[in-house]
C-alpha cells in the first residue's frame, strides 16, 4: 500500500531563489495575472494554450512543444477530455494519461486552434482534426512564417548516476520564464504549472494518491517534492486540532 503521510521535513521546506525548485502559483488571482500576461501580443492565443497545458494538464513544457494536433484533437475536430501523452516525448520514457477538463483551458485551445485555421496554418488536405494537419505540432513559432519549434539535445545525470540525454525546447522554456517574471512571479518557470497544480490538489484535501496518479510519479515522495508548504495551513491546522484545549488552572 502507498503511504499517504507526508514528511516532517516538508513542513519546514521554504522556497529560496536559486535552489531549483519553481515558484508555485499561490492563488487563482495570481495565476489569472499569469494568464494575462500570457495574452499579451499576436500570439497571445497559443501562449495561453500553451499555460493551461501547464497549469492544467499538468504537463512538462518539453512534452508541450512535442505534442500534435492528433493527440488531443479527435479526427472530427472533438477537443478530448483525456489524452495519452505519448512515451517518447515524456522526460520517463512512459507514456502517461492526461486530462482537458478545464473549462477554461479547452477554451484556450479552441480559440488558438481557430487562430491556426484563420491564418492557414498547416492546414489538413481533407477537413480532419478541425481543418489542421493531424500529424503538425499542436503548437507552432512564428518567425515571418509558421513553423516547427527547434530542439537541442541536453544530457544529464539520473540520481542514480546514469547518463541520459532528452530533447530540450529552450525557446519555449524561456518564454514561459519571461512571462512568469513579467506577472511578477519570482522564480517562476515552466515547471511551476506542476507544482502549482500539485500543491493546488493537496490544498483541496485531494489524497497524495490521486495527486501522484495525476502527475505519474513512480514515487509518492517525489509527489511530496511538488507540493509546496503553506505556512498559514500549518497555523490553521494546529489552531483546528487543538482549539478547546485548557491549561491547568494553576498556571494562571
Not at 487563482?28 to 494538464?57: D, H, K, Q, Y
Not at 522526460?91 to 477554451?107: D, E, L, M, P
Amino acid at each position: 500500500m502507498v503511504s499517504k503521510s507526508r514528511p516532517v521535513r516538508r513542513l519546514i521546506d521554504v522556497y529560496e531563489p536559486g535552489e531549483g525548485k519553481a515558484q508555485v502559483v499561490e492563488s487563482p488571482s495570481e495565476l489569472t495575472n499569469v494568464l494575462w500576461r500570457a495574452s499579451r501580443g499576436e500570439l497571445g492565443r497559443r501562449n495561453v494554450a500553451i499555460t493551461w497545458m501547464l497549469f492544467g494538464a499538468g504537463m512538462r513544457i518539453n512534452e508541450v512543444a512535442q505534442l500534435r494536433v492528433k493527440d488531443v484533437y479527435r479526427p472530427d475536430g472533438e477537443l478530448k477530455k483525456t489524452f495519452i501523452i505519448p512515451a517518447k516525448y515524456t522526460k520517463t520514457n512512459k507514456s502517461r494519461v492526461a486530462y482537458i477538463v478545464a473549462a477554461q483551458q479547452r477554451q484556450a485551445l479552441n480559440e488558438w486552434m481557430a487562430q491556426r485555421v484563420h491564418e492557414k496554418a498547416m492546414l489538413s488536405d481533407d477537413g480532419s482534426y478541425g481543418n489542421l494537419r493531424g500529424d503538425s505540432p499542436l503548437f507552432l513559432s512564428k518567425k515571418g512564417t509558421w513553423r516547427k519549434f527547434a530542439f537541442n539535445a541536453k544530457k544529464y545525470k539520473t540520481k542514480s548516476g546514469e547518463d541520459k540525454e532528452v530533447l530540450v525546447c529552450s525557446s519555449l522554456e524561456n518564454l514561459m520564464r519571461e512571462i512568469m517574471k513579467g506577472a511578477g512571479i519570482q522564480g517562476g518557470s515552466s515547471h511551476s504549472g506542476r507544482r502549482t497544480l500539485a500543491t493546488w490538489l493537496d490544498r483541496k484535501g485531494c489524497d497524495l494518491e490521486l495527486i501522484r496518479y495525476i502527475l505519474n510519479h513512480e514515487d509518492p515522495e517525489m509527489t511530496i517534492e511538488y507540493i509546496d508548504p503553506s505556512q498559514k495551513r500549518i497555523e490553521q491546522a494546529y489552531q483546528t486540532i487543538l482549539k478547546g484545549i485548557k491549561m491547568p488552572e494553576n498556571l494562571k
